[in-house]
């Protein structure tokens, strides 16, 4: 069956980087884009990006460029994805969700991992 | 961006009641709609996509239809694992947007 296993919860401080993962199982990895989503209390669902890991192409929703890098390791079938020069307003839940094979929807969804910036 | 505001932002239903729940697109997404439960503490899910398409293993009483800008999702005779949040996501443009989301409680 089809998982999305997620690193765990990060509490970071202001001005610095991190990477999550989200490590795949049960299809084959290379050939669904896998997308990047974030959820902050009370502001909804708002949609990062995609990484096609079969060719690592990219697509960034615009708001989070430059503060969001997707990466994918096709030997490991994990997809990371980096958030740089955190501040309060990155603390939220990031999932991972697979897109479906239309590549717009998402049909599983990694865990969440909660991100926390504090000084 | 393409923005979809969902109504309402909450309601209760009886166990046995229809329930609807609407978004409207501030442009045309051509059925490029789909439709989450997230349920408290967990992972949202997919329910049903291309407006009105049932993702394989949701219940039948999950229904989506509507066309243009106007969507909706119905539940046919609400049962107690239906209470979460509903969330509407459209696909035709990018960035994908999301709804504001529906708290459906039981009543």
């Known amino acids: 069956q089809v998982q999305l296993q997620q690193s765990g919860t990060e509490l970071v401080k202001p001005a610095s980087s991190v990477k999550i993962s989200c490590k795949a199982s049960?299809?084959?990895?290379?050939?669904?884009?896998m997308h990047w989503i974030r959820q902050q209390p009370g502001n909804g669902l708002e949609w990062i990006g995609w990484i096609y890991p079969g060719n690592g192409n990219t697509k960034y929703n615009q708001k989070f460029d430059g503060k969001a890098t997707l990466t994918a390791d096709k030997s490991s079938s994990t997809a990371y994805m980096q958030l740089s020069s955190l501040t309060s307003e990155d603390s939220a839940v990031y999932f991972c969700?697979?897109?479906?094979?239309?590549?717009?929807?998402?049909?599983?969804w990694g865990q969440g991992v909660m991100v926390t910036v504090s000084s | 961006d393409i923005q979809m505001t969902q109504s309402p932002a909450s309601l209760s239903a009886s166990l046995g009641e229809t329930v609807s729940i609407e978004c409207l697109a501030s442009?045309?997404?051509?059925?490029?709609l789909a439709w989450y439960q997230q349920k408290s503490g967990k992972s949202p899910q997919l329910l049903i996509y291309?407006?009105?398409r049932l993702q394989d293993g949701v219940p039948s009483r999950f229904s989506g239809s509507g066309s243009g800008t106007r969507y909706s999702l119905k539940i046919s005779g609400m049962q107690p694992e239906d209470e979460a949040d509903y969330f509407c996501q459209q696909s035709y443009k990018y960035p994908f947007t999301f709804g504001s989301g529906t708290k459906l409680e039981i009543k």
């Open positions: 442009e045309g997404i051509s059925n490029d």
């Open positions: 969700a697979r897109g479906d094979n239309s590549g717009y929807y998402f049909d599983y």
């Open positions: 049960g299809y084959t990895f290379t050939s669904n884009y």
């Open positions: 291309a407006a009105s």
